[in-house]
C-alpha cells in the first residue's frame, strides 16, 4: 500500500525521542506515527468530545486526516550570514509546534488537497492559527538549519503536489507558536470538509 511507502520513505518511527543541542538551551521532542495504545474511549482533551476527537478522520469526499509527524521545541536555529555561524530563533509566546499532517486519497479520483489555512491547532482550550514567518525581523524560513528526517520547518513546504491520485498521500507542514509547552494537543480539520459537520472536528497524536 502507498501510504506505507510514504512513511518508510520518511523513515518515521513509532516512538517520541528527546534530543538536545550543545549550542542551545532548547528542548526538543518528536514523534511518529500515533503508535500509543489507547483506550476503549479514545484519548481525552479538556473542551473536546469524544465524537471531536479521531486518530484519523475520514471525510465524506473520502480524504482521510492524520498526524504523521510532530516537533516541538522553544528555538529554531539558523544560520546567520553575518557572523558565519548559526544563531537560534526563540518561539515568541514561548513554544514552537511543528506538525507534518497527512491528507490521504482514499476515493478513486484525483483530490484536492486543502490549503495550509484551512487546519488550526487546538492547545490548551483554545484554536491557534499557524505562523507563516519566524518571529524575527533578522531571519527567515531561507536561512533555518534543521535536518530532521521527515520534518521541514518551512510552512510552506509541501511533500507532494496539491493533489493527490486515488491511494496516495500529501504532506501539509504547520508551524505554531504557543504560549505553554504543548503537550495534549489537536488539530482542527473542520475547515478542510467539503460538507460541514455538526461540531468541529479534529485529529489526535497521542504522546
Known amino acids: 500500500m502507498q501510504r506505507r511507502s510514504l512513511l518508510q520513505a520518511l523513515g518515521v518511527g513509532g516512538a517520541a525521542s528527546v ?43 473520502l480524504a482521510e486526516f492524520g498526524i504523521l509527524t510532530w516537533t516541538r521545541k522553544e528555538q529554531i536555529r539558523v544560520y546567520d550570514e553575518s557572523e558565519d555561524d548559526v544563531a537560534f530563533v526563540d518561539a515568541e509566546n514561548g513554544w514552537f509546534l511543528e506538525v507534518s499532517l497527512t491528507v490521504y486519497n482514499a476515493g478513486g479520483d484525483v483530490m484536492s488537497v486543502p490549503g495550509r489555512d484551512r487546519f488550526s491547532l487546538y492547545h490548551d482550550g483554545e484554536e ?34 496539491s493533489e493527490t491520485e486515488a491511494d496516495t498521500s500529501a504532506q501539509v507542514n504547520l508551524l505554531f507558536d504557543v504560549g505553554s509547552e504543548p503537550i495534549e494537543w489537536a488539530i482542527n480539520v473542520t475547515d478542510a470538509l467539503e460538507s460541514p459537520p455538526e461540531q468541529d472536528q479534529y485529529v489526535y497524536y497521542a504522546e
Open 128 to 161: 491557534h492559527t499557524r505562523i507563516t514567518q519566524l518571529p524575527s525581523d533578522e531571519f527567515g524560513f531561507e536561512d533555518t538549519r534543521e535536518s530532521y528526517i521527515g520534518f521541514s520547518i518551512d510552512p510552506g513546504s509541501w511533500y507532494v503536489t
Open 19 to 61: 534530543a538536545g543541542c550543545a549550542d542551545s538551551s532548547t528542548v526538543e521532542q518528536s514523534g511518529g506515527p500515533n503508535t500509543t495504545e489507547q483506550t476503549e474511549g479514545g484519548v481525552s482533551i479538556d473542551g473536546l468530545s469524544d465524537e471531536q476527537l479521531h486518530e484519523a478522520y475520514l471525510s465524506d469526499s
